[in-house]
């Protein structure tokens, strides 16, 4: 099973800031590799996949990159509904796994 | 509009069975591979099942293999996973999930809401 590991486990930030999350993979992951975000009480929503590409309706402020083991998502300025928590996962091979999150809050 | 209505979350015994269900709508069900990602409380996201859209391809997680099984109904366009079994560690919100494509490529484009399960005395 391939491992996913996200730093920071908590980003405390300002609306307007720049955030940078991590993800590192326990083995590589070529290109199949996602970030979903998760509001409070709500369910999960795909944000980028396969490393660099929005999803549908995700604005441009939102930017993945990476590669093999390593990836960053990267919001360029926050806005107040993007504190959440983040979640990198993997779809190479089964066992599908997801990171344990990176809790973005409001500093 | 896709939408993904999750139901038959309960509190249920250890041991016990419980059946979920998800209606959906908004697209050509036997198209897309479907599948179910459990969320534990105040803990992460795990993948439990996926089922391919003509139903010919299943994976399931080594934690629930031989307890659950996924299943389809295209003319009802419903989901469902049987839980045998159950152990205090399955308790979690259940979301159905909806693949981007009809192969498994896992790539979750939409989520339900989620049921929660229970599994305690």
């Known amino acids: 099973e391939i491992v996913l590991t996200q730093s920071p486990a908590t980003l405390s930030l300002s609306p307007g800031e720049r955030a940078t999350l991590s993800c590192r993979a326990s083995q590589s992951v070529s290109s199949f590799f996602a970030w979903y975000q998760q509001r409070p009480g709500q369910a999960p929503r795909l944000l980028i996949y396969d490393v660099s590409n929005r999803a549908t309706g995700i604005p441009a402020r939102f930017s993945g990159s990476g590669s093999g083991t390593d990836f960053t998502l990267t919001i360029s300025s926050l806005e107040p509904e993007d504190f959440a928590v983040y979640y990198c996962?993997?779809?190479?091979?089964?066992?599908?796994?997801f990171g344990q999150g990176t809790k973005l809050e409001i500093k | 509009e896709v939408q993904l209505l999750e139901s038959g979350g309960a509190l249920v015994q250890p041991g016990g069975s419980l059946r979920l269900s998800c209606e959906a709508s908004?697209?050509?069900?036997?198209?897309?591979?479907m599948g179910w990602v459990r969320q534990a409380p105040e803990k992460g996201l795990e993948w439990v099942s996926v089922?391919?859209?003509?139903?010919?391809?299943?994976f399931d997680a080594e934690s629930v293999k031989g307890r659950f099984t996924i299943s389809r109904d295209t003319i009802r366009n419903t989901l469902y996973l049987q839980m045998d079994s159950l152990r205090a560690e399955d308790t979690a919100v259940y979301y159905c999930v909806k693949d981007s494509r009809g192969g498994i490529t896992g790539t979750i484009s939409h989520w339900g809401q989620g049921t929660l399960v229970t599994v305690s005395s």
């Open positions: 908004g697209f050509t069900f036997s198209s897309y591979a």
């Open positions: 996962h993997h779809r190479t091979r089964w066992p599908y796994t």
């Open positions: 089922i391919s859209g003509r139903s010919d391809i299943k």
